[in-house]
Structures are given as structure tokens and as C-alpha cells.
């Protein structure tokens, strides 16, 4: 009924194709080049992990992790009169550490057997994330420079906190049956692009979306399905943060999403 796992391991991130490839990538509101002389980080990975099996279909499990890596990569504003973007080996180290929570719970059990039932799951994590910055190595390996704003930075695209929670009812009945989940997701702030010249960091700004999914089998050969996507639809912010006021470069909206299927299976 419980595990204890340990696991060690050596990987490496990838520079992708966009982040290397020597041209002009243009968006809507800002400009990115490739580093062909970006490359690969190692990455030494530790994780230790409980799990208790209480029930049927029941879980708790509790996680500590844990990553060294050395030349992380990250997305800087190029010290030039353009404010280009680039991607860099921006140091020599940096680590994340953090812990992880998971629970799985049937709620409530509306007959004698499992075949109609109420559950909920959550999942939480918490990590922190630390790089040392280096403008030598970077005007050492490229061929542009950086002027951090400061010596150390927490890792771009990694947020600090992360839920993920759900109810979902079950049903089933003959041939017939019907899943309906709420899920709600949340992810705190998030580092865009580390801050030079004396600027602050560009930072996304937390926000968290809520969805809703229906499922139901009519017969053996027919699935009725329905969704609702991001119905809170809140404003996705893009903040540069500076000593007096952070001020609002991005602010936007993914729009709702409605969707219903029918599908037979032969």
C-alpha cells in the first residue's frame, strides 16, 4: 500500500531550433534572433517519493526534488539600441529545488459499489529556482554582450507556485455512463526575460483558468461529449519590473472555448 522511490539521474536541455537559428523571429510587439552559439545544459536530477495507497483509487503522495544545472539557458534583452531578444548559456550554474503534494479522494459513494461516485484530486507544488548571471562568460562564447541588472536571477518560464485541482462525478449504468470534471489550474508569477541595463525583469503575472468537460456513452457505438474552456477568462499580464512601479507591457485574452462532439465507434 505505500512506495518509497528514489531517483538519480543526468539529462540535458536542448537548445530548440528557434532559439539557435541565426535570423530575425517577429512577433507582435517584440523581436527575437537566434544564438548559434547557444548549447546544451546538464542537468543532474534528484527525486525522493511517497506514495500511500489508501483505498481503491485513493492516493497521497508527497515529493521532494531537486535539479544542479550547469549553463542554464535563458531569454535576455541583447545590450543593443534594437531591445532584440536572444537566448544565452547565461552562467555557469543555477539549481531549482522544491516539493510536491498529491491527494486523491472519492467524496462520496451514492450506491454500494464504485460505479457512482463523487471525487476530487489536488496537486501542488512549490519550487524555488537560483542562477548565478555571468556578462563575461556571455560576451566570451558570443558574439553580442549583456549587462544583467543583477548577479543572480531565478530561472525564465518557472513558476513558483503551481495548483492543479479537479472534481469529477462517474456514473455508469448497463452500456451507458457519465464522467462530468471541473477542473481549475493555477500558476503563479513567471520569469519572461531577466532584466538588464539597470531594468528590471519582464514577468508574466500569475493567473489561473477553470474548465469544465462532459462525457457521457449513450450505447455501445455512441459518445455524446460537451466542453467549456478558460470560462473565467482572466487578463494574461506581462509586467517589466523596475525600482519605483512595475509597468504593464501585455495585457490580453485567450477567449472562451465552447465545444460539443459526437462520436461513433464502429
Known amino acids: 500500500s505505500q512506495n518509497l522511490r528514489l531517483a538519480l539521474s543526468k539529462t540535458y536541455t536542448l ?20 544564438n548559434p552559439d ?5 542537468d543532474y536530477n534528484f527525486d525522493l517519493k511517497w506514495e500511500f495507497f489508501f483505498f481503491f483509487f485513493e492516493l497521497l503522495s508527497a515529493t521532494v526534488f531537486g535539479k544542479y544545472i550547469e549553463n542554464p539557458i535563458n531569454k535576455i534583452t541583447i545590450a543593443s539600441s ?21 491527494a486523491r479522494k472519492n467524496l462520496i459513494y451514492f450506491n454500494d459499489s464504485d460505479d457512482n461516485k463523487l471525487s ?3 496537486n501542488l507544488a512549490y519550487m524555488k529556482t537560483s542562477q548565478e548571471l555571468n556578462n563575461e562568460k556571455i560576451k566570451r562564447e558570443t558574439d553580442f554582450s549583456a549587462q544583467f541588472t543583477d548577479e543572480k536571477s531565478s530561472f525564465t518560464g518557472a513558476s513558483e507556485f503551481l495548483l492543479n485541482a479537479d472534481v469529477t462525478y462517474f456514473k455508469k449504468w448497463n452500456e451507458k455512463d457519465i464522467i462530468a470534471t471541473i477542473a481549475y489550474n493555477y500558476n ?6 531577466i532584466g538588464t541595463e539597470q531594468k528590471g525583469n519582464l514577468v ?19 459518445t455524446l461529449g460537451f466542453n467549456a474552456k478558460n470560462i473565467l477568462n482572466p487578463a494574461i499580464e506581462r509586467v517589466q519590473e523596475n525600482k519605483e512601479q512595475d ?11 465552447f465545444s460539443a462532439s459526437l462520436k461513433y465507434n464502429f
Open 204 to 222: 508574466d503575472k500569475g493567473f489561473g483558468s477553470l474548465d469544465f468537460i462532459f462525457k457521457t456513452k449513450l450505447n455501445k457505438n455512441f
Open 247 to 257: 509597468i504593464l507591457v501585455r495585457s490580453f485574452k485567450l477567449g472562451r472555448l
Open 120 to 122: 476530487a484530486g489536488l
Open 38 to 42: 547557444l548549447y546544451a545544459s546538464d
Open 188 to 193: 503563479s508569477d513567471k520569469l519572461y526575460s
Open 15 to 34: 537548445p530548440q531550433f528557434k532559439e539557435r537559428a541565426p535570423f530575425i523571429y517577429e512577433e507582435v510587439d517584440e523581436t527575437e534572433r537566434g
Open 82 to 102: 534594437s531591445n532584440d531578444l536572444s537566448y544565452v548559456n547565461s552562467g555557469d550554474y543555477g539549481y531549482a529545488a522544491g516539493i510536491e503534494l498529491e
